[in-house]
């Protein structure tokens, strides 16, 4: 195995850096990369060299037989290597969005060197070629626009086959001629063709051909030759979506090495529902996923504890009425301050197709969101329940649609199909309740890990200090640099005279939050004494043990050097 893969290095290396040596005549001098192929020419041109075909791999087909493989004489080609073609197809991409973006370079160097494809074969279902009835087209080049047919084949089966010429076509999907024109030269009903090109004008353009990454190089690079070729410029592909392959237990699938998990088998194991969110959930779409079911029932069982609260509180919250802000606890503004943020996230995510990053939002996120919330609610509010869930059951219902329906009919009592229902807005998010709760969050896990550290177990009191006002004018001048610089930070702080009468004391606290510069961007002053009173009754009762909170001025000789090490947002701390 050594061997093989210093070999393959070797090869490697030589082809893509080596020098034609001074043996070699004229192409002495010549990159390696760039002789081969005038090499290869000029042997097979002197006729003193062959091509041989030599497969990479054993072939399996999808009913599971070995397939042999034979060249073929008398041969159809599609000429991709036509240059006014690749012109015209290129400006159709220019147009495109490519989804990831990164690979557009790879369809434009698709578009470089693709060259003619053998479109014919002699065996098989398909297609009749209709130069050679003897023939039928090769799947890849019969398989690129069947998306234009989807428009139309629910219409268009009920028609009689015989009176279905190309200028039937021509006008649904060129707009060549009138319905009038056609329906009499066709002997079709005129209305019947005004149907068909509605259906087609409301879903063209194609908005996507989604696909695996590769195929870049063959399917996906000439559905956008065929759609340039056939359709008229405002009918042309817009998109690809560029899928990653799925890898099963660290083994690449492949129906050609037998390597496949049925994805009815999935459904079976799993139910529909989660085999479709799993998929998304892994990875990005455009990334290679690995499917481990181990780590799927772990994920299934997290999944189920959220529906279970969804269920729960969408059924106690039927008909809780409009939501009214102002009357929520500060426990229950964060968590709608929190579900807001995390619609806002989904909804940038999935206007990118990025699909993982929008079912992490609804699910995994927003879970944790709810372990904390269940700790700190103060009293249940219906409206806030129903606001919530019925929200969330529409962004989870492209990836549970089954699930979600039965939720929004059953457990919300509605009467329409959720389906019908319009997506939740972004709606703003304050982040000053997010800073608030995340404070009272910290201050929690700060004191934990004390007592853990000191081997406590028990603590009578807990004394937190809160940092003096010059504080927050230090990370203010921390927050205007660009860069974690102490000496940028230094020059900017000395610019407000509380901080400079610090002096050492003050080049302490800037060092301290120097190093946290770029996380500090968006953090604003907020009132730790009165966030901390308020969330007194709830710390004490996480932490078991008395609290007493006060300003770092404040605090006697006892504690004073205890008291100077708090900064903004992480209070000193004392225990008793």
Known sequence: MKLEEAKKIVYKIGFHKGIMNQNCGKYAGMPVNKAKDLVKKELIDGGKAEKFYELEGRIVCRCGTECVVRVLEDQWFVTYSDQAWKEESRKTLEGMKIIPELFRTQYDNVFGWLDDKPCTRSKGLGTRFPWQEDKILEP???????????TISHLIKKLPPEKLGEKVFDFIFQGKGTAEAVAKESGLDKKDLDAMKKEFDYWYPLAFNVSATELIPNHMSFSIFQHTAIFPEGKRQAGTLNLGMLVLEGKKMSSS??????INDMCDKIGTDYVRLFLMNSVEPWEEMDWKQREIDKGVEKINDLLEWVEENASESAGGGALDEKSLGQAEKWLLNAFRKRVNAYLDAMEGVMLRSAVQEMTFKFAKDLLWFEDRKQRENKALDLYITGNWLKCIAPFMPHIAEEMWRHSLKNKES??????????????????????LETA???VRNIMKLTGKTEVKK??????????WAVLEAVKKIDRPDFGLAMKEAMKDSAVRAKGNEAAAVVKRLAGKAMELKETEKIDELAILENGKEFLEGELGCKLEIMKEESAGKEFAQKAASALPLKPAIFLE
């Open 140 to 150: 890849l080049a019969d398989s690129t626009i069947y998306m234009a047919y989807f």
């Open 257 to 262: 090495k037998g390597n496949v998990i049925l």
């Open 418 to 439: 959720i389906f019908k229902a319009r997506m939740p807005e972004k709606a703003k998010a304050d982040p000053m309740i997010d800073l608030s709760e995340r404070l």
């Open 444 to 446: 929690a896990e700060d």
């Open 462 to 471: 807990a004394r937190l200090f809160v940092a003096a006002p010059w504080k």
